[in-house]
């Protein structure tokens, strides 16, 4: 699979490798085509995969952003550029209400002051000049009490605008870590979620991380062709959530790797979940009702490994990738829990996920 050509023993500095794909190439630097390098690297997408190289080392930013538009309902460097400027339009209007404001109040302030100089000298104290004193304190709270309603309208309607425009980039992280094709989360989302886990001491004990893997799905692509590889993901990604709550964390990490993050769990409870993974899989049948032809069986194997067996999420990933892989040199189709006593026979053959 694309995600384990080469071992991972160590971390992959995934960013350092995109960016010398990207200056290889000559592409700008800039956060839309680091997006996309990034998906393609990370083989979510195998279409937008290919698109991307079949440029070249002749790529120019407008066949990057077509692609960019093509895969992504909206494009990162465009959502954040449009926030930003609605974001700091909104702010110099609430920052521009509220200086009026303070310059109405201490306009109102020296009037104040000066009326009262006025009323309390010995020499000023006609019923005309109070009589004045008073119309003139009238109209002046009248018009700051004026102002300030309009402040306080103008405040309220620039933070609904700034509302809008935060739900709006809500919904932006939502897509943009969201796979396309499965509409599981995606790389981006996991490696988050998986990071989470360590923020909380408590929890992390009863936190299990499963590794999922489609057996022989090379040869299903070669066999069948990309379009059917991806029918069969996208089957595979919908019987993954239907097995699992809804609090279940599920998400595509790889070309045919699926990972799942389950909290306030045991490792039996955790096993058992895997084997009804595997099994309903196993009955699912993978025919083209026009063709018939038979795809299937179509199988799965699943490493698994507690939050307790790591001391932070690269561990983790690793000790159930270590786990995803002994289930697979058992002959595939089988759950493994991850056990200390792996790693002492770690002659790992990553050609085992090719096949």
Same mark, same amino acid.
């Given at each position: 699979m694309s995600t384990a050509i080469a071992p991972r023993a160590q971390t992959p500095d995934v960013a350092?490798?995109?960016?010398?794909?990207?200056r290889s190439m000559g592409v700008a630097a800039i956060p839309r085509n680091y997006e996309l390098f990034y998906e393609a690297y990370i083989g979510s997408n195998p279409t937008l995969t290919r698109e991307l190289a079949a440029l070249g080392s002749s790529a120019?930013? #407008?066949e990057l952003d077509a692609?960019?538009?093509?895969? &992504?309902?909206?494009?990162?460097?465009?959502? &954040?550029?449009?926030?930003?400027?609605r974001l700091t339009t909104e702010l110099d209007a609430?920052?521009?209400?509220?200086?009026? #404001?303070?310059a109405t109040l201490e306009s109102y302030n020296r009037l104040l002051? #000066?009326?009262?100089?006025?009323?309390?000298?010995?020499? !000023? !104290?006609s019923a005309d000049?109070?009589? !004045?004193?008073?119309?003139?304190l009238t109209v002046a709270t009248g018009d700051t009490m004026a102002q300030g309603e309009k402040t306080v309208e103008n405040v309220a309607q620039r933070s609904q605008e700034m509302d809008e425009v935060r739900k709006e980039l809500d919904e932006y992280k939502r897509i943009a870590n969201t796979d396309a094709l499965t509409r599981l989360s995606n790389r981006r989302a996991f490696e988050d979620r998986l990071a989470s886990v360590f923020g909380n001491r408590l929890t992390r004990p009863t936190t299990a991380l499963v590794l999922a893997d489609i057996d022989h799905f090379k040869k299903i692509n070669d066999t069948h062709g990309h379009p059917v590889g991806d029918k069969i993901l996208a089957t595979v990604a919908s019987i993954l959530r239907a097995n699992v709550q809804r609090d279940v964390f599920v998400a595509r990490v790889g070309g045919e790797e699926f990972a799942l993050i389950l909290e306030g769990t045991t490792v039996e409870e955790v096993t058992a979940i895997s084997e009804r993974i595997r099994r309903a899989l196993g009955a699912t049948p993978f025919k083209n009702s026009r063709t018939k032809i038979d795809y299937g069986?179509?199988?799965i194997s699943l490493g698994i490994c507690m939050g307790s067996e790591a001391s932070e999420p690269g561990e983790l990933y690793k000790k159930a990738d270590l786990a995803l892989y002994c289930a697979k040199n058992a002959g595939r189709n089988c759950s493994n829990v991850y056990q200390e006593s792996m790693q002492k026979d770690f002659t790992k053959s990553w050609l085992i996920y090719k096949n």
């Amino acid at each position: 699979m694309s995600t384990a050509i080469a071992p991972r023993a160590q971390t992959p500095d995934v960013a350092g490798q995109i960016t010398y794909a990207m200056r290889s190439m000559g592409v700008a630097a800039i956060p839309r085509n680091y997006e996309l390098f990034y998906e393609a690297y990370i083989g979510s997408n195998p279409t937008l995969t290919r698109e991307l190289a079949a440029l070249g080392s002749s790529a120019t930013q #407008e066949e990057l952003d077509a692609i960019g538009a093509k895969y &992504f309902s909206v494009h990162a460097g465009r959502i &954040f550029d449009d926030a930003h400027v609605r974001l700091t339009t909104e702010l110099d209007a609430i920052l521009r209400a509220l200086r009026q #404001e303070q310059a109405t109040l201490e306009s109102y302030n020296r009037l104040l002051g #000066e009326t009262t100089e006025r009323i309390t000298s010995r020499s !000023n !104290n006609s019923a005309d000049l109070l009589r !004045n004193a008073i119309d003139m304190l009238t109209v002046a709270t009248g018009d700051t009490m004026a102002q300030g309603e309009k402040t306080v309208e103008n405040v309220a309607q620039r933070s609904q605008e700034m509302d809008e425009v935060r739900k709006e980039l809500d919904e932006y992280k939502r897509i943009a870590n969201t796979d396309a094709l499965t509409r599981l989360s995606n790389r981006r989302a996991f490696e988050d979620r998986l990071a989470s886990v360590f923020g909380n001491r408590l929890t992390r004990p009863t936190t299990a991380l499963v590794l999922a893997d489609i057996d022989h799905f090379k040869k299903i692509n070669d066999t069948h062709g990309h379009p059917v590889g991806d029918k069969i993901l996208a089957t595979v990604a919908s019987i993954l959530r239907a097995n699992v709550q809804r609090d279940v964390f599920v998400a595509r990490v790889g070309g045919e790797e699926f990972a799942l993050i389950l909290e306030g769990t045991t490792v039996e409870e955790v096993t058992a979940i895997s084997e009804r993974i595997r099994r309903a899989l196993g009955a699912t049948p993978f025919k083209n009702s026009r063709t018939k032809i038979d795809y299937g069986p179509i199988t799965i194997s699943l490493g698994i490994c507690m939050g307790s067996e790591a001391s932070e999420p690269g561990e983790l990933y690793k000790k159930a990738d270590l786990a995803l892989y002994c289930a697979k040199n058992a002959g595939r189709n089988c759950s493994n829990v991850y056990q200390e006593s792996m790693q002492k026979d770690f002659t790992k053959s990553w050609l085992i996920y090719k096949n």
